[in-house]
């Protein structure tokens, strides 16, 4: 099971240190603190919105996911600054990682 295989899938999981505990991003099979391996969790995590910008119909957010790390994901309805989201898909598109949030 890799990051990347279940992503493609449409699962967002997290790779979380199985000593530390750490969040390890952008996801490792190690932690990048202790050198613990890492599992994949599930969950509804929750976002927050730090900036967005318009792109025709859509807005493109940077999101940062449980206090942690940073993701760009796209939104429907029109953001707001510090907004608490949810990923409500996710993928692989053309070998990039995509991202949408409600
Ligand atoms: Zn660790």
């Known amino acids: 099971m890799s990051f990347e295989s ?14 530390c505990k750490k969040i390890v991003w952008p996801p490792m099979e190690f932690c990048d603190h202790c050198m613990g391996k890492t599992s994949l969790k599930g969950g509804d995590f929750e976002g927050k ?19 942690s790390f940073r993701i760009m ?23 990039n990682y995509f991202f949408e949030v409600i």
Do not use: W
């Not at 279940?6 to 000593?19: A, D, M, Q, W, Y």
């Not at 919105?49 to 206090?67: A, H, L, P, T």
């Not at 510090?82 to 070998?95: A, L, M």
């Open 6 to 19: 279940e992503l493609s899938k449409g699962n967002f999981l997290i790779p979380k240190c199985t000593e």
């Open 49 to 67: 919105i730090m900036e967005f910008s318009r792109q025709n119909d859509n807005y493109f957010c940077i999101v940062e996911i449980e206090d």
């Open 73 to 95: 994901a796209k939104m429907i309805q029109k953001p707001h600054i510090e907004q608490v989201v949810t990923v409500s898909k996710c993928g692989i598109s053309k070998g």
